[in-house]
């Protein structure tokens, strides 16, 4: 069977069984809607925690992002993986022992505020907006490099899919879709990369393949071998990094605690039964995430070792297909510079910009490329988000692979999109019309505004996926960004510190959001020239800056909670009891 | 807060300090701060400041959120303030 029929058949089978699972567990309450009635097994909890967290970016993009970066990779290896240490310990039992709905339901009552509460919906709206964008983008990716059907209906086919299932099941039918789709993500990540690891060293566990020696006979590792290729043709070692400490060590902790302040991720914990459950469904969740997060850079090593081999010094006419296939959907390019028609592959831009691509093909078929051209000896330009969906075809894997690598990328786009349309939903449903403006809404009518809102959400991400503005990409440090320096530090006070006060967690999440949100929109529209490390402050990266702004916002709220009113009683009562697991 | 809370809460709070010190420690400490030096040091065919950071700080997280279930859930039992209530009898 060909490899496009292989595709349909792997994604019509796995989107059947979503459907399937999504009828099966219909939500007839809001409770149901929105924490799935509190009575999700740890285990299956922490599958669908990974699902719903493990983004088209964990799954496309990210291996590709280390091949290209080395060690410079690690901000995102232990950024998105160490902020679950600190949910864990920090924030989920707390938060399911409070158990409310939302994020904001949290914070609009421990700060005994309407406004806060408000901030707090804000910052949640931004943050998965930014999100749930390049969700439906990947999805759109992967169905036109796939399927050969244009980007617009393949979003669409997303967004009938996440409709059916976060609309009708709510919380209750996305958390069992989400342990589905862990199992095909896991699988489709998994497989190829244990294929590759076999080929290059001969070992089938990729995380130990990284460290082996390579089959050529060399002696090398598999790292000593990239590092010697790399420095051959003008790069720095893969293993050592080129960002400064401190922007590497700012960048990681504003991941870390971006993470732990994500309101989708959090929302999850208060779906489990028990806070000692919670406790147990974090260790699970960051088990499962593992499997994928200490593959990946064994995945982008391979890759990279792969691309240079099969590319570098090889003559157009005898390059393989699948470069070929992805230059004809434009996301590689190469430019003969120095017209021997063998494609050269060093550092550097090959052309200025992104490639434009002429109407007319070149005398040996490859497609004519109209930017000027660089000093650098470099001729191609490839985007790195195709590496994990080109690796099987680069490795000459069996089209299964190929086929079931479609099927992973969707699963692991449509579960994110499915977990942040909720929270978009629930904090309009709960947090803006039953507890700030509408008061007096039945349950019923809450739960048809929450499917309203689930809905409308559904189709402003479908837009953004089909005409994303030009920003989408730069905008994923505003989501990380923000809710570091807004979000994390105002709920760890209210856990830890229990005179802090309305005042202050007003004012600090304000200052950091404010301070955050104007560093990067400064160095990435404002003076996009000026974004280079000498006019960064203390030398720390817009991607980094969440850490100040949660320094800041943590500080000022400390101050200023000391020199204001006391907390009301019944408050203080509230964080004692969130304290302790029984009662 | 009851002296028994008090007592409890202090409790949670220095295991959390042990383990986050830890936490720190692999990641940023192993992964970031002594990269270089560690990097002199081969480990299966890894550099090791390398492999903390790509690789050994993850198995390291897991390990600190199963650690600290197990022994907060000790803790609970200890203070009289687990929710577990089929473990207790």
Request: aromatic share 12%; with cysteine; charged share 15%.
């Amino acid at each position: 069977m060909d490899v496009q029929l292989l595709t349909y058949l792997f994604v019509a089978a796995s989107f059947a069984l979503y459907i399937g699972i999504a009828i099966y567990s219909r939500a007839g309450t809001t409770d149901e809607f929105y924490v799935a009635g509190g009575g999700v097994h740890p285990v299956a909890n922490g599958m669908a925690t990974a699902a719903d967290w493990m983004s088209a970016a964990s799954f496309i993009s990210m291996a590709g992002i280390i091949a290209f970066m080395g060690y410079d990779g690690t901000v995102y290896l232990m950024g998105w993986t160490g902020g679950y240490v600190i949910l864990a310990l920090l924030l989920a039992p707390y938060l399911r022992k409070f158990g409310q709905f939302t994020v904001p339901d949290f914070i609009g009552t421990r700060y005994y505020s309407t406004t806060a509460r408000v901030v707090a919906v804000i910052c949640l709206i931004v943050i998965s907006f930014t999100y749930v964008a390049g969700q439906m983008r990947g999805v759109g990716i992967v169905f036109s490099q796939f399927l050969n059907i244009p980007i617009f209906w393949g979003v669409v086919v997303g967004m009938a899919i996440v409709f059916m299932y976060a609309v009708l099941g709510g919380m209750k039918g996305i958390t069992y879709t989400q342990v589905a789709q862990y199992c095909v993500l896991i699988f489709a990540y998994l497989v190829p990369a244990i294929f590759i690891s076999l080929l290059i060293t001969g070992i089938p566990i990729p995380q130990v393949g990284l460290g082996a020696q390579v089959t050529d006979g060399s002696g090398l590792s598999v790292l000593e071998k990239l590092d010697n290729t790399l420095v051959g043709l003008g790069f720095g070692p893969y293993t050592e990094g080129s960002k400064s400490t401190v922007d590497v060590f700012a960048i990681t902790m504003a991941l870390m605690i971006g993470t732990a302040g994500l309101p989708h991720v959090i929302v999850r914990f208060f779906t489990v039964p028990k806070v000692s459950d919670a406790r147990k469904s974090a260790g699970y969740a960051l088990l499962f995430i593992a499997l994928l997060y200490t593959t990946a850079p064994a995945v982008g090593a391979f890759a990279r070792l792969n691309f240079v081999e099969t590319v570098h010094n090889t003559p157009y006419t005898q390059i393989a297909g699948w470069f070929k296939s992805w230059e004809d959907i434009g996301l590689i390019g190469w430019e003969d510079k120095n017209e021997d028609g063998r494609i050269q592959y060093h550092p550097g831009a090959p052309f200025e910009g992104k490639p434009t691509f002429a109407d007319a093909r070149r005398p040996d078929g490859s497609r004519a490329i109209t930017n000027p051209t660089t000093q650098s000896a470099n001729e191609v330009y490839v985007d790195r988000d195709i590496m994990v969906l080109a690796n099987p075809e680069i490795a000459s894997l069996p089209g299964w692979v190929i086929a079931l690598v479609a099927a992973g990328g969707l699963a692991a786009a449509l579960s994110t999109a499915a977990g942040l349309l909720l929270v978009i939903s629930t904090s309009v449903s709960h947090d803006l019309l039953k507890k700030t403006f509408a008061r007096g809404l039945s349950d019923k009518q809450e739960l048809f505004y929450a499917r309203v809102s689930a809905a409308t959400a559904i189709a402003i991400a479908g837009y953004l996926g089909i005409d994303p503005p030009g920003f989408v990409a730069q905008v994923v440090a505003f989501a990380f960004g923000l809710a570091a320096a807004s979000l994390f530090p105002a709920i760890l006070l209210g856990i830890f510190d229990q005179r802090m006060n309305r005042e202050g967690a007003i004012t600090g999440m304000l200052a950091g959001l404010i301070f955050t949100f104007g560093y990067i929109v400064f160095f990435k529209f404002v003076e996009p020239s000026m974004n280079t490390s000498e006019h960064w402050w203390f030398g720390i990266s817009p991607e980094g800056i969440g850490t100040i702004g949660a320094i800041i916002n943590l500080t000022l709220a400390l101050v200023i909670s000391r020199l204001t009113a006391p907390v009301p009683q019944d408050v203080v009562a509230m964080v004692h009891r969130i304290r302790v697991p029984r009662g | 807060m009851k002296d028994d809370n008090q007592a409890y809460w202090r409790a949670n709070i220095r295991l959390l300090l042990i383990l986050l010190a830890i936490w720190f420690t692999v990641s940023f400490g192993f992964g970031i701060l002594l990269v270089d030096q560690l990097n002199q040091i081969p480990f299966f065919g890894f550099k090791l400041g390398f492999w903390w950071a790509q690789q050994g700080s993850i198995y390291v997280f897991v390990l600190l959120i199963l650690v600290y279930s197990l022994l907060m859930q000790r803790i609970d039992r200890k203070f009289g303030v687990s929710d577990d209530e089929e473990e207790e009898q």
